[in-house]
């Protein structure tokens, strides 16, 4: 995206600078793979790999294993994946249905994602953040109360499904069990479900109750941990800490390795591309 013409000199000195302050942030979120790979190698560590930045705040003789290396793509593979959230005319990403009973959900052909999460979770915000090379998908929402809640459907080209689920902890929690529930243990197409977790937060109540459905299953899950850019780097190690605690002692069928993402900065959203990629066989 090139930068916009501007005659600065007719502007005042703090103008000038408030005006370069705003421009800088704005072109500094690398929006596609190939722009991040022009930073500087720092910046680029910060926004591909957030875990391993932080890692560099722990004190080295009691560092806790965060398991960074589970998943280590190279970035030619991140670069990769990028495509297959990047529509064309040969890739169409498009919003597919909603259904409030799996029986309404669409067919089985292609592998498919889940993400559940707490409503305000910033769920939607991330799922438009993996579709931002597809900026015409609208990612439908109703977060009016009262309003039916329903599984939203996306084609991410010929590749998977992504399903938006409903945000649970916010009134109607049985309905949302009913059909969560039913789907999460029937959807035989369900290669991975992925749990938003709020970092500033962490686990709550209601998030143990989805990890024992998913536990309960024997589903494969990935918990993300989500508006990394919102808390401070020590409380967002110390969420870190927790959650990786807690999923190395407390869960069996949770990925080892947690994924913090930003919707605001990109940051950990070409990893989390790159693994959803990866785990529906997208890659191949
Ligand atoms: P949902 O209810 O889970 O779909 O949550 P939304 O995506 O609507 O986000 C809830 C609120 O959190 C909104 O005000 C978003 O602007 C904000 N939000 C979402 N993601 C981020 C993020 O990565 N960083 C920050 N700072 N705010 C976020």
Redesign the pocket.
């Known amino acids: 995206m090139a930068a916009p013409r501007l005659r600065l000199g007719r502007l005042m000195l703090s103008e000038q600078a408030a005006v370069l302050r705003c421009l800088r942030r704005a072109y500094s979120t690398p929006q596609t793979f190939a722009e991040a790979l022009r930073l500087p190698k720092k910046q680029l560590t910060k926004l591909v790999y957030p875990l391993q930045e932080l890692e560099q705040y722990l004190v080295s003789d009691s560092k806790p294993d965060l398991h960074l290396t589970v998943f280590d793509p190279s970035l030619e593979e991140i670069a990769k994946a990028e495509n297959v959230f990047a529509a064309t005319a040969r890739n169409r990403i498009e919003y597919l249905s909603s259904a409030v009973r799996l029986d309404h959900a669409p067919d089985l052909r292609r592998p498919e994602v889940c993400f559940i999460?707490?409503?305000?979770?910033?769920?939607?915000?991330?799922?438009?953040?993996l579709f931002s090379l597809a900026p015409e998908v609208e990612?439908r929402?109703s977060?009016k109360p009262g309003h039916t809640k329903k599984m939203n459907f996306f084609k991410v080209g010929k590749y998977l499904t992504l399903v938006?689920m409903p945000?649970y902890g916010y009134r109607a929690p049985e309905d949302f069990v009913d059909m969560v529930e039913t789907y999460l243990k029937e959807r035989r197409n369900l290669k991975r479900t992925f749990l938003?977790v709020d970092s500033a937060i962490g686990i709550t109540k209601n998030d143990n109750i989805a990890i024992e459905m998913c536990e309960e299953f024997a589903l494969p899950y990935v918990i993300v941990l989500?508006?990394?850019?919102?808390p401070s780097k020590g409380h967002l190690l110390k969420q870190v800490l927790e959650i990786q605690k807690f999923i190395n002692t407390k869960t069996q069928g949770c990925f080892p390795q947690l994924f913090p993402?930003?919707?605001?900065?990109y940051s950990g959203i070409h990893l989390l591309k790159c693994f959803i990629a990866n785990v529906t066989g997208s890659l191949n």
């Open positions: 999460g707490k409503s305000n979770v910033g769920k939607s915000s991330l799922i438009k953040a990612v929402v977060k938006d945000g938003l989500t508006k990394i850019d919102k993402v930003s919707a605001v900065t």
